[in-house]
């Protein structure tokens, strides 16, 4: 019979996203029983879990049926693709992105990111960063040398805001920022920035002269009909100061082709396409096919989606707030979670391992997104509808474990 660590082993769950994370589990000493229950990681979503775009597969196999014609496309994508991927966007976007001038296709959102900051940001350049906010923001800063500036997001204090500190936020660009870089809907809170906040960002970006990146990887998938306000939708700010980063990654369940897209500032786009000739000549060709299938899902197919995800946070979330201690925003886009969690008197990290040997549960530790987030730890709930439930059953039972031998 393997133990839950070896079946993680086999899950391949060691090579999720945030694997520095997976800690050495051989020194933390277990206090009672090992909870038995079906193994499952949170710290990425599950792409088995979900459907990806029916008929994605089938436009990947024309493509690679096309051969040499969709294997090798100019370096920012198939310009047939870039059409009419540009076209559905500028829809959704509530813009105007023109396929030969500021698009560009890439391998991932994560692609995106790399050529856009590689694009921007020089030796020292101050670039300001929310916290909490995707670990590859930070990461990307310090890659390319630049002076990290953060920006306190504060999630809790109200449900119709993100709750970005603006004050902080003018003074980082008063005080020399050249860019700003968040991502909206906000990884890991799962929360969305008011229309208030998107206006106020484009203000001080046109009044200071920052340019802005906004990653919008998870805005197709948000609950309750919320409003979201795309930065880059007419009139509310240049172009030229934004570029805007989405892909099918996550909400599309199509994370294995290595797709993302970038558009906005035409300048910062041929930066970007000269980078990606340098990096990767282009994002893979046959993948590039399955583009034709983004926005263009069987009718109710995206509604259905954001049900299924709905119906599993909300089960999440009641046995969370039944258990008492913990303190958890409703997620309004995307699939995250990022609840406070009771006093444990155990670190955070720590508490991490137990609750991977003890209970076969992984979870991202809050400390990923700022030293001061001890308290807190974030799950990705794209996942078996079951096994997610059961899954933060065990995550109750290990935290009341620790918890009562603390209080104790
Ligand atoms: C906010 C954000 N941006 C980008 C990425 C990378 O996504 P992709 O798989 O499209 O490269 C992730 C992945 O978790 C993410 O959460």
Redesign the pocket.
């Known amino acids: 019979m393997d133990s839950i660590e070896e079946k993680f082993l086999k899950l391949g769950a060691e090579f999720a ?1 945030g694997q520095e994370v997976r800690q050495k589990t051989k020194e933390v000493e277990l206090r009672g029983e090992k909870i038995s229950g079906t193994p499952v990681d949170f710290s ?1 979503g599950d792409v088995d879990a979900f459907e990806p775009i029916p008929g994605s597969l089938d436009v990947f196999i024309e493509g690679v049926h096309l051969g040499g014609k969709q294997a090798y496309t100019e370096y920012r994508g198939s310009k047939i693709i870039r059409e009419k991927v540009a076209e559905k966007l500028s829809d959704f976007m509530g813009t105007t992105i023109n396929p030969d001038l500021n698009f560009i296709i890439t ?7 790399f050529l856009a900051m590689g694009s921007i940001v020089s030796r020292r350049d101050k670039v300001a960063i929310v916290v909490p ?2 670990f ?1 923001n930070r990461k990307l800063v310090e890659f390319f040398e630049g002076e990290v500036v953060p920006i306190q997001m504060d999630y809790f204090k109200s449900d119709s805001a993100a709750g970005l500190d603006l004050t902080q936020l003018e003074d980082s660009f008063k005080a020399g920022v050249k860019l700003f870089l968040f ?1 909206n809907p906000n ?1 890991p809170t799962g929360v969305i920035y008011s229309e208030d906040e998107i206006w106020r960002i484009a203000e001080l970006a046109q009044q200071y002269g920052v340019t802005v990146i906004v ?1 919008e ?2 805005s197709r998938q948000i609950f309750e009909g919320r409003a979201f306000t795309h930065l880059c939708a007419e009139n509310i700010v240049d172009p030229e100061n934004v570029i805007t ?1 989405m ?4 909400t599309e369940s199509l ?1 294995g082709y ?3 897209v970038a558009f906005g500032s035409a300048k910062i786009i041929d930066r970007m396409e000269k980078l990606q000739a340098i990096v990767s000549l282009r994002a893979g060709g046959y993948s590039q096919a399955v583009m034709k299938s983004w926005f263009s899902e069987p009718e109710g197919w995206m509604e259905e989606r954001i049900a299924q995800h709905q119906a599993i946070r909300d089960d999440l979330i009641s046995k969370l707030r039944a258990a008492g201690g913990f303190e958890v925003r409703a997620t309004e886009a ?1 699939s995250y979670l990022f609840p406070r969690i009771p006093d444990l008197g155990v670190p955070i990290n720590e508490f991490v391992k137990i609750l991977r040997l003890q209970a076969g549960v992984t979870v991202t530790p809050g400390t990923e997104f700022g030293p001061q987030y001890i308290d807190s730890f974030r799950i990705n709930f794209s996942q078996n509808h079951k096994e997610a439930v059961d899954a933060i059953d065990r995550v109750i039972q290990v935290v009341e474990a620790y918890r009562n031998e603390h209080v104790r």
């Open positions: 996203p990425h391998p991932g959102t994560q692609g995106a990111l906010d995707y590859a991502s990884n990653d990887l998870y980063i892909g099918p990654s996550k994370s290595r797709l993302g995307g």
